[in-house]
């Protein structure tokens, strides 16, 4: 059964750190890896999306991608109390054509002034 | 651009009713999903239509939920005869080709007394 990881925080960071949200997947195929932000009571906006080894970077938010050790992670640099809100990580496994996404639980981010 | 609309937003019906949950896709999404997140757990996918065909639906719980997606554009999931455990937030997200991100709607939050 295909798995993906996610500490469920909360992770507290100053405004202006650097915040590092972490994922880990278990299906070695997964072939797209995608970061959603979700503000409480609200739908899932994506962030990032990654599908080769190594960074990938779109103003404050860098993804990295580790195939080999099955981990992906979003870096938030300057982080805003805006940030504040759920990250999810989701991974993608082509199965028959359907790029159906495993979602982890998410990970709560406060970023506090 | 008009983003993923799902109507109603909250649905609060007694054990054994039906109800009917509506999503609009992005106009031109050919795939439309459907996924529902149970309070503390993580997103889970119900199934996948690409125009009126059911691409994938392996994430259906039972028979008593059937999705309908006529003519391509909307589509209607409904749960009859709803059961306690049917109670989360059900989301729908469109994409206009398999392999990429899909938008998500801000969700219909079903509670089931």
């Known amino acids: 059964q295909k798995e993906v990881e996610q500490n469920s925080g909360p992770l507290s960071v100053p405004e202006g750190a650097i915040a590092s949200l972490n994922c880990t997947y278990s299906?070695?195929?997964?072939?797209?890896f995608f970061w959603y932000r979700q503000y409480s009571g609200k739908s899932p906006e994506l962030i990032m999306f990654?599908?080769?080894?190594g960074d990938k970077e779109d103003g404050r938010f860098t993804a990295q991608l580790n195939k080999a050790s099955q981990y992906v992670s979003l870096l938030i640099r300057d982080s805003q109390p805006s940030d504040s809100a759920t990250y999810l990580c989701?991974?993608?496994?082509?199965?028959?054509?359907?790029?159906?996404?495993?979602f982890g639980r998410g990970t709560s981010l406060i970023v506090h002034p | 651009e008009a983003g993923v609309t799902q109507f109603p937003s909250h649905s609060v019906i007694e054990k054994g009713q039906t109800v009917t949950l509506r999503c609009d896709p992005i106009?031109?999404?050919?795939?439309l999903y459907w996924y529902r997140r149970v309070m503390g757990k993580e997103i889970k996918f119900l199934l996948h239509?690409?125009?009126?065909?059911?691409?994938?639906e392996s994430g259906m719980p039972n028979n008593r939920f059937l999705a309908e997606r006529t003519g391509g554009t909307y589509s209607t999931l409904k749960v009859q005869p709803a059961e306690l455990e049917d109670s989360g937030v059900y989301f729908c997200?469109?994409?206009?080709?398999?392999?990429?991100?899909?938008?998500f709607g801000d969700g219909t939050r079903l509670s089931i007394l």
């Open positions: 997200a469109s994409s206009q080709y398999g392999n990429q991100p899909q938008h």
């Open positions: 299906d070695r195929g997964s072939q797209s």
């Open positions: 990654i599908y080769s080894n």
């Open positions: 989701a991974v993608t496994l082509s199965s028959g054509g359907s790029y159906i996404p495993t």
């Open positions: 106009s031109g999404h050919d795939n």
């Open positions: 239509f690409v125009k009126e065909s059911k691409q994938d």
